[in-house]
């Protein structure tokens, strides 16, 4: 919400309880003769410039104030800590953590002969760049995952939200990888991503993937 | 007598005030609006999960830096950065480090090391905000040079738990990120 619209809808609703100050003026009785008497020409002059200061004056510290509190409250709400909704908005964490841990393991986790489910999981998991280099690094691993009997399983041993606005998140991620080839025996190393996820309808996909 | 309508009313003060009228109008939406803003301001100064962003953020960074200053010792001034280190920790952590300060300063005094680490990443996994408890992931880079040698660089996934003491965050545990063991807890 921008400053001006604000004021905008401020002059609205002021209006409407200006309407409702006029309909409660009914029932007082002698209020036309009040007005009337205020215009009576031997009204001294003084009196009424004091009023008309005053009321101007009234005025123009009311808008004056209220100015300076919608600056202030704008200031509070785009603090760089309030635009993070990392943890203060609990479910949404969750939800980019959990999205962007599975996709992860099911993208890094392939079997000698299942390389096309995986290549198939990863075109509906990751966009943007991460895609491109996804598809340019897996069609070089493909032919010798066949080759070699390689088995890849990934698992997210710990993730958390760096940042979090509206649709845009960074996380953390700390991988285990354990390969095995053939008959060998398994090695398990560890891995660090800085995920960049974007979220798609209601679910989060991976962007850009940066090795840590 | 007919009673005195309300657009009676307020043509005769038109009529006759057309300015007053104006002005007490102004008045109104003039304070119509400060309300509206005082009410916005005060949501927003009060406003809970704010203030705990802002916590959110002293905690990384505290952290972060924690981790940084935990990795970084320079046999060259041992004390200074080993008062650092102490500085920087708080509970069973501190103990640990005070207790085994004297056999550490003089591994690193005959290996002659000089580590320097980087912070690459790091993030909040958890803050308990009234309790003054938080946890934190950081990816860190630690390069080490030794007499001689050429400097490597170490890439380690570290796990810590901050504890706000006195208003500040400090690192009450640290440790890598196990590899393999799948029982994340």
């Given at each position: 919400m921008s400053v001006w619209e604000g004021i905008g809808r401020v002059v609205k609703v002021a209006e409407g309880e200006a309407v409702t100050t006029e309909t409660e003026a009914?029932?007082?009785?002698?209020a036309v003769e009040e007005s009337g008497d205020t215009d009576a020409p031997d009204r001294p002059p003084a009196r009424s410039r004091r009023r008309r200061f005053l009321l101007g004056g009234v005025t123009v510290v009311l808008v004056l104030a209220g100015a300076g509190l919608l600056v202030k409250a704008q200031e509070l709400r785009a603090a760089p800590a309030a635009a993070?909704?990392?943890?203060?908005?609990t479910e949404a964490t969750t939800r980019v953590n959990g999205d962007v841990s599975s996709a992860l393991a099911k993208i890094f986790s392939y079997t000698p002969d299942g390389t096309g489910a995986t290549g198939r999981s990863a075109r509906e998991l990751l966009g943007g760049r991460a895609a491109r280099q996804y598809t340019q690094l897996f069609a070089q691993v493909r032919e010798r995952v066949a080759e070699q009997r390689v088995t890849l399983t990934t698992q997210s041993v710990r993730s958390g939200v760096v940042s979090l606005d509206g649709d845009s998140a960074q996380v953390l991620v700390f991988l285990d990888q354990t390969a095995r080839r053939g008959d060998h025996k398994p090695v398990t190393s560890a891995a660090q991503l800085s995920v960049t996820a974007r979220l798609r309808g209601d679910h989060w996909q991976i962007v850009d993937i940066k090795a840590r | 007598m007919p009673r005195t309508r309300p657009h009676h009313l307020l043509r005769a003060a038109l009529v006759a005030r057309p300015l007053l009228v104006a002005a007490l109008a102004l008045l109104l939406v003039a304070g119509g609006f400060a309300a509206r803003s005082g009410v916005s301001w005060y949501r927003a100064a009060h406003d809970d999960s704010a203030a705990y962003a802002v916590e959110r953020d002293n905690a990384l960074s505290a952290g972060e830096q924690s981790v940084q200053n935990l990795n970084t010792l320079d046999h060259n001034s041992l004390e200074r950065g080993l008062d650092l280190w102490e500085s920087s920790t708080t509970g069973e952590l501190h103990s640990q480090l005070v207790a085994g300060r004297a056999k550490f300063e003089e591994q690193v005094r005959q290996a002659k090391t000089v580590s320097t680490a980087k912070v690459l990443s790091g993030a909040v996994t958890e803050l308990d905000d009234r309790a003054g408890r938080a946890r934190v992931l950081i990816a860190l880079r630690v390069t080490v040079r030794a007499p001689g040698g050429e400097a490597s660089d170490k890439d380690s996934r570290m796990l810590g738990e901050l504890t706000r003491t006195e208003g500040h965050w400090k690192l009450s545990a640290l440790g890598q990120a196990p590899v393999g063991d799948t029982s994340a807890d």
């Open positions: 009914v029932g007082e009785s002698g993070n909704h990392a943890l203060t908005d | -």
